[in-house]
């Protein structure tokens, strides 16, 4: 595996949502007033955990869907397999949408920890949510080839995710939770971690037909 390139590609993905901003911009929005609502209107403390995980999901399809799908927009998905095979592709894809969804965690969770009114410990919060996105942004990058000519990619891509995001909210839950009140959950954590080498496996895989 050529990491260089690899890494050549991931630059080049997070140079392109830097400047075009748009992608990040519509997801931090989303989050930031999706928050504030739910903050104001229900107990936020009790569905803290639940209403973090769901910004995550829609926060990640937005900031993450055009990685891979804009590729095939722009023409230039043939050139990038003349340099890298299809699972180097995948895999690049997947570390540059982590990467994103990183940077929107850190961006997300502060506002989140201060509209909430929370009092645990911050640094185990933003963590375990780091943590939660691993598996989140995978999926965006296994799904986000399929949905790339479809005419309701906002919809399609969405119904697709669940399913597969479906069995890591319980975990994720939990994990925050246990943040909240300043222990790590470490089984919940490594589930985590296990499913998404499950993603990237399942991606590597079948890179091949979906590229």
């Known amino acids: 595996m050529r990491l260089s390139r690899l890494l050549e590609l ?3 993905d997070l140079k392109i949502e830097i400047r075009s901003k748009a992608g990040l911009n519509n997801a931090i ?9 739910f903050s104001m209107s229900i107990d936020s403390k009790s ?10 999901f829609f926060s990640s399809i937005l900031a993450c869907s055009t990685t891979v799908t804009r590729e095939f927009e722009l023409e230039t998905i043939e050139a990038l397999k003349a340099s890298l095979s299809a699972q180097e592709i995948i895999l690049s894809k ?14 997300v969770s502060p506002i989140c920890y201060a509209l909430f009114n929370l009092e645990g410990d911050f640094l185990f919060l933003t963590a375990s949510l780091a943590i939660a996105a691993l598996p989140i942004s995978s999926a965006v990058t296994l799904l986000s080839p399929i ?10 891509l969405p119904a ?12 994720a839950i939990r994990l925050i939770n246990f943040a909240y009140g300043g222990f790590f959950d470490l089984f919940s954590a490594l ?13 590597s895989l079948v890179s ?4």
């Open 29 to 37: 929005l989303f989050a930031i007033v999706t928050a504030f609502l």
């Open 208 to 211: 091949e037909h979906m590229l």
């Open 191 to 203: 589930f985590l971690l296990f499913y998404t080498g499950i993603i990237a496996t399942l991606a």
């Open 94 to 107: 997947i570390f540059s949408n982590f990467l994103i969804v990183l940077f929107l965690v850190f961006i």
């Open 47 to 56: 569905f803290f955990a639940p209403i973090l995980i769901l910004l995550t």
């Open 10 to 12: 991931v630059k080049k």
């Open 160 to 171: 697709m995710l669940f399913p597969v995001v479906f069995p890591i909210i319980f975990p």
């Open 147 to 156: 949905s790339a000519f479809a005419k309701v990619r906002e919809t399609f």
